[in-house]
């Protein structure tokens, strides 16, 4: 049985603008075919949880921020998840205490796999039905941050299993008998699970997928090549991304021990060091027909899109965590290492450094909290994971080595360092659930794709219809022949104009966030008007204007940044969280405007760090702290 297809839909908004653009045939149908990929896993959702009703576009397009849904509520004091993740955390520390939790491979074991199923780790995002314990995301997101401090690759497995492994295929688009069988499997740890999707030829090009799936008889014959798969070992599940009498297709497949249909490929990797990373290469390698994943909409890459948000909001979590050990490493050296008689902590550069870690992990902490509870609510969180995607990616990079780095100085590179052992760990993430700025073009086009199908694709059909290659605004022929389109238009901007400025405030709000959220919402109001005339401007051109599609997403992603950690802060009682948050902000209104750091901007770092200094900073209280490298004699 082949999957479920649309082939007789209409083209994507993607699609057409391409080819209206002038894009090859190719080019406009394999970008076409990743657009339509990305419609189908929308329609996975009710209309109010769509990506136009999801709280980005709502206060980008809309005139006013919806702050309510910018605001989390307190988390419940207990659930049920929260004994297995405790016992979870138990597990996780006896073992790296004891050293018993790697393998002589330097890969996470298979008894520290087995000792947490049984304390019911691997089930966590599973429905109880099904042995699982059914957290929330708004619960499971945080604690993946919690596991991280105590062992990254124990945490990075989770997102594994759970986000972009076998888990969320099957409870999403299994059938009640898929369901019933895998999903115990899966609970219980028996098989921990992998998402085979990148080939040697296919990254972010999701249509250049080569591995094939026949049917012969009861099962599919599956021949071709894998490459980057983590997790991927003999006796683990995999979810497996084919092509299927021409469309990708997801199988459900458990790796054998090499064989003729099977063989692992191995190579070096610096990143991922204590979780196998391999290749698969399959000739012939058989999964029974019953294994087959059929969505009720869309094919294998609707599938595969849809588990990317959750794996993106695990990567923040696990970004939070890593700085959060920066922090925890910096202090002693900082408090330790003397320069001109003074201990360096008293160094205004260095205060600056501290104060700066604390805001990008106050960013991380808020963007977390935030989409984790925007998904549980059923919203698809597109935009919104995206933004916690490329923050915490882009966070963890600069304070590895803008902060914590450059402050340990040459030591850095000793054997044995924090850093010099583990730079490619804290660098990969910009990597992992999509390249930040190829995720940036990505996160414009989700954002401009209604206003661009309301209000230019009409025009451009109607220029293609009239053999006009560009609409010229100053030529009176054109604006008469395309005065039914324009009309559409000019309606917008005059309500557009219309607006008044949004001026909410928030009762209670400390006068350093309630100034910095006046601003974030005004940035929100201006983006429409700049979206809108950058499609104006480029008109079917702007495929090939990556540039200043990237330039203008971050801006956007700056703003709701912004907004997130604003009303993170609001909610909490710590001074240092409304510190932390000033501080990012300040950093965040520069970097929009220009302008440059003010003595207030100075002084906030120098009464941040001193808080920190003074044991404000919590969560930090268990992490592991090395020894100094090459102590004074």
């Not at 009861?218 to 469309?247: C, M, Q, S, W």
């Not at 401009?448 to 290659?469: A, C, D, M, S």
């Not at 009464?607 to 004699?633: C, H, S, T, V």
Request: overall charge positive.
């Amino acid at each position: 049985m082949a999957p479920a297809t649309q082939t007789d839909s209409p083209q994507s908004f993607a699609e057409t603008a391409l080819r209206l653009g002038g894009k090859s045939d190719e080019e406009a149908r394999r970008l076409g075919a990743m657009d339509k990929a990305d419609e189908q896993v929308e329609t996975l959702f009710a209309p109010q949880y769509q990506t136009v009703n999801s709280p980005i576009h709502k206060a980008i397009w809309d005139g006013r921020t919806p702050l309510d849904l910018f605001s989390p509520p307190s988390p419940p004091t207990s659930l049920p998840c929260d004994a297995v993740m405790e016992r979870s955390l138990a597990v996780a520390r006896r073992r790296r205490d004891s050293n018993t939790l790697l393998n002589d491979e330097h890969k996470l074991s298979n008894e520290s796999i087995a000792d947490l199923a049984d304390a019911g780790y691997w089930g966590l995002l599973i429905d109880p039905k099904y042995g699982g314990s059914g957290a929330p995301f708004a619960r499971f997101a945080p604690f993946l941050t919690r596991m991280a401090l105590v062992d990254p690759t124990v945490s990075a497995m989770a997102s594994v299993h759970g986000c972009i492994g076998a888990v969320d295929p099957v409870r999403t688009f299994g059938n009640t008998e898929q369901k019933a069988r895998l999903l115990p499997i899966l609970a219980s740890g028996a098989r921990i699970s992998a998402f085979a999707l990148t080939e040697p030829g296919a990254g972010s090009d999701l249509t250049a997928l080569r591995t094939t799936a026949t049917l012969v008889g009861d099962h599919y014959e599956v021949t071709g090549e894998k490459l980057f798969i983590t997790n991927a070992v003999p006796g683990r599940l995999i979810g497996l991304v084919v092509l299927l009498e021409g469309k990708p297709a997801v199988l459900i497949a458990e790796l054998p021990e090499e064989n003729e249909q099977f063989r692992i490929k191995k190579y070096g990797l610096y990143a991922l060091k204590h979780a196998y990373n391999q290749g698969l290469v399959f000739n012939k390698f058989r999964v029974p027909r019953e294994n087959l994943l059929v969505p009720k909409t869309g094919d294998g890459l609707t599938i595969a899109y849809h588990g990317l948000n959750l794996g993106r909001l695990a990567l923040c979590a696990a970004a939070s965590a890593g700085m959060r050990v920066f922090l925890a490493n910096l202090l002693p050296w900082i408090a330790y290492r003397r320069t001109y008689g003074q201990p360096i902590q008293v160094r205004e550069l260095v205060k600056r450094r501290v104060a700066r870690l604390a805001a990008l992990i106050a960013g991380t902490d808020a963007l977390v909290a935030w989409g984790s509870w925007l998904i549980d609510q059923g919203f698809r969180g597109e935009l919104e994971c995206i933004i916690a995607k490329i923050f915490g990616s882009e966070a963890q990079k600069e304070a590895a080595i803008e902060l914590f780095m450059k402050t340990h100085g040459g030591r850095s590179f000793l054997h044995g360092h924090l850093f010099g052992d583990n730079v490619h760990e804290f660098l990969a993430p910009c990597i992992y659930e999509g390249e930040g700025e190829m995720l940036g073009m990505a996160f414009f086009k989700s954002l401009v794709k209604e206003h661009g199908r309301q209000y230019f694709e009409p025009l451009g059909k109607r220029l293609q219809q009239l053999q006009i290659k560009t609409f010229n605004p100053a030529n009176p022929s054109h604006l008469w022949k395309l005065r039914g389109e324009l009309t559409s238009y000019g309606g917008w901007c005059l309500r557009r104009m219309g607006q008044g400025r949004d001026r909410q405030r928030v009762a209670g709000m400390d006068r350093r966030l309630s100034e910095h959220l006046a601003f974030a919402l005004d940035r929100c109001q201006r983006h429409a008007g700049e979206l809108s005339a950058t499609l104006r401007k480029h008109q079917l051109k702007l495929a090939d204007r990556q540039c200043r599609m990237a330039e203008l997403s971050q801006r956007v992603q700056d703003a709701i940044t912004m907004i997130v950690t604003i009303q993170w802060a609001h909610a909490r009682t710590s001074e240092i969280a409304v510190a932390s948050a000033d501080i990012l902000c300040q950093d965040l209104r520069r970097k929009l405007t220009g302008e440059r750091p003010s003595d207030r901007y100075f002084r906030g770092v120098q009464q941040l760090a001193d808080m920190i200094y003074a044991g404000g900073f919590e969560d930090l209280a268990g992490i592991d702290r090395q020894e100094i490298l090459m102590p004074y004699a």
